[in-house]
């Protein structure tokens, strides 16, 4: 079945700085990729998501990489302020069986 | 209706007790999921419904039962828990086939005493 591995599991950054957090997944069949943004006591939100056809994706000062050839994707957040304060989940999809990755907590400091 | 909601928001139970968690989403989503989620870890993946029909099953012990009454409810039954299946249970919709984002409810927080 899928693996995913994700890292850092945490990551403190200063207000301002970008942030980049990276997953590997196994299953060559996987061909969506999702992440989720949990903060404490909340539910798992989506805040950016790639299809194994496209290469980079955008949405303000979040972005996401995929390398398919590598099998690994990132998340880079810019200009990070302290409501990005969370736990971000990777994931790798096929067929509806999504499996995540352990999660990365990040600290954003003022 | 653009939220999936879970009822009930917590619940306690004992070993021997029967109860049920319920989730409901009204976007016309076509596949429904029940996840189980320990404090400081990722959701793992129980059961997906697609179409109101169940497509997988991880393995999951018979003393979770999950049933689909219809396209827009998903139920999961408890009977005979352990106090290790306390967690939190995240149910989740989304659009069907091929994969498509999946929403998440807010989830019922079980303890089993």
């Known amino acids: 079945g899928e693996n995913v591995e994700q890292h850092p599991s945490t990551l403190s950054v200063q207000e301002g700085d970008s942030a980049v957090i990276k997953c590997t997944y196994s299953?060559?069949?996987?061909?969506?990729f999702p992440w989720y943004k949990q903060e404490l006591g909340k539910r798992p939100q989506l805040i950016i998501d790639?299809?194994?056809?496209?290469g980079e994706k955008k949405d303000q000062r979040i972005a996401v990489t995929l390398n398919k050839t590598a099998k690994h994707f990132s998340l880079h957040i810019t200009e990070t302020q302290p409501e990005d304060s969370a736990v971000y989940f990777c994931a790798a999809t096929h067929n509806n069986d999504m499996r995540f990755g352990a999660g990365t907590r990040l600290t954003v400091k003022p | 209706d653009t939220e999936v909601t879970q009822t009930p928001k917590h619940l306690v139970m004992g070993m021997t007790n029967k109860k049920s968690l319920k989730c409901e989403q009204h976007?016309?989503?076509?596949?429904m999921y029940w996840y189980k989620q320990k404090a400081k870890k990722p959701p793992e993946l129980m059961f997906v419904y697609s179409y109101e029909k169940l497509s997988i099953n991880e393995s999951v012990p018979s003393r979770f039962s999950p049933e689909c009454p219809n396209s827009s409810l998903l139920n999961l039954h408890l009977h005979a828990l352990q106090p290790e299946d306390s967690a939190l249970y995240l149910c989740?919709?989304?659009?069907?086939?091929?994969?498509?984002?999946?929403?998440f409810g807010p989830g019922t927080r079980l303890t089993v005493t």
């Open positions: 790639i299809r194994s056809n496209v």
């Open positions: 976007m016309g989503h076509r596949a």
């Open positions: 299953d060559s069949a996987s061909n969506y």
């Open positions: 989740a919709s989304s659009l069907g086939q091929p994969s498509y984002e999946q929403y």
